[in-house]
């Protein structure tokens, strides 16, 4: 098995693509060890590596984020010998009882109904511009809420704490939602 590793924006993440699909439905983001062991083997592998502080799953990519202190040079063969352990076992990624990501941040939206076709069209604009571009990073952008011309989003993965992230998300997405949906007038992030 040979998985591959590339530099995200965010110096304290790598992204790891081990050439086979890890998520197949939606995204997870495991922020902590203990909600990783509980949802995701692989997820709890890699948070048993000592400086791993942050795991996010896309559809065929895993972004690992590092603490301050270890360097990549002594943590990146640790992890890709945990990815690859994982996969060699034929274990799942997720266990069988773990909500998909994308079901629990619906759950979580916030609009008025009066604003739906507005939601709507802010969401195909991040699902077919926005998203596929971040996913490259290593990332993911998801909806949360819009309120008063205030689009609010999370971002996760290598997005997360990423130092261009105010960059991408005023330049980049509000400038985008603001030309194809006049009513948008900012951008902010939530998490």
């Known amino acids: 098995m040979f998985i591959q590793t590339e530099a995200t924006p965010n110096p304290a993440t790598l992204k790891f693509l081990p050439g086979r699909e890890v998520m197949v439905d939606g995204t997870a983001d495991f922020r902590d060890a203990d909600s990783a062991a509980a949802s995701s083997p692989l997820a709890g592998r890699l948070f ?14 895993i972004t690992v984020t590092k603490a301050d202190g270890p360097d990549w ?18 274990m799942p ?9 994308a079901d629990a941040d619906e759950a979580d ?63 980049g997405i509000q400038n985008l939602l603001r030309h194809f949906i006049p009513e948008v007038q900012e951008v902010e992030q939530v998490s």
């Not at 990624?93 to 990501?101: C, E, G, L, T």
Request: contains cysteine; hydrophobic residues 40%.
């Open 48 to 61: 048993a590596i000592n400086g791993v502080n942050g795991v996010f799953f896309g559809y065929d990519f």
């Open 73 to 90: 040079q002594h943590l990146k063969p640790a992890i890709l010998g945990a990815i690859m352990e994982h996969f060699m076992t034929g």
């Open 93 to 101: 990624v997720m266990a069988n009882s773990a909500p998909r990501q």
């Open 109 to 171: 939206e916030f609009y008025d109904k009066a604003d739906e076709e507005i939601v709507l069209t802010i969401k195909e604009l991040l699902d077919t511009r926005v998203r596929p571009a971040v996913a490259q990073d290593g990332g993911d952008i998801t909806f949360r809420g819009y309120e008063n011309g205030t689009v609010f989003l999370n971002m996760k993965g290598a997005c997360a704490g990423c130092p261009s992230s105010t960059a991408t998300l005023k330049h």
